[in-house]
């Protein structure tokens, strides 16, 4: 019998924190391993969402940026998971590329996957495009999406 896996779809934000604290919540509940997935955009985009925070340096490029945000991402998740109630096996995997093409692909390999929802509702969803509603509607595994302000209530 294999282990059982929760994921995680972690992003810096409130929604992302939530998720985070659930997946861990059910992971301890259900004996699982907690897989924290957080996923960098690659090429300009990434560049673009912190050149004004990235002092200007010579010889560093788009690879370089990108490894930096991975870096940090994986230093701020492994900080939250340290807050979390211990025994729980904890994985933290930090990917490059799109969010949604990204957690479906990894959902392969997880009996669930909780993630967060910005909750821009539905017109805003049609306009911008949806994380969430893609990884719902293709995923592998059963997807749990929280709205927007929902949270955790921890059981007594």
């Not at 059963?142 to 302000?149: A, H, K, S, T």
Request: proline share 4%; net charge negative.
């Amino acid at each position: 019998m294999r282990e059982r896996v929760i994921g995680v779809a972690y992003v810096d934000s409130p929604e992302g924190l939530e998720a985070l604290r659930t997946g861990h919540a059910l992971a301890h509940r259900m004996d699982a391993t907690l897989r924290v997935i957080h996923v960098v955009k690659s090429g300009v985009g990434a560049y673009a969402g912190i050149a004004a925070s990235v002092p200007a340096r010579h010889g560093t490029d788009i690879t370089d940026v990108t490894g930096e945000l991975r870096l940090a991402a994986e230093h701020e998740i492994l900080a939250h998971v340290a807050e979390l109630d211990d025994g729980v096996p904890v994985e933290v995997d930090t990917f490059v590329g799109d969010a949604a093409d990204t957690l479906i692909a990894v959902s392969e390999n997880l009996d669930l996957l909780v993630c967060g929802s910005r909750g821009h509702g539905p017109v805003r969803s049609v306009l911008l495009g949806s994380v969430s509603q893609r990884v719902t509607a293709e995923s592998h595994c059963p997807v749990i999406v929280l709205p927007r302000g929902v949270k955790m209530v921890t059981p007594v």
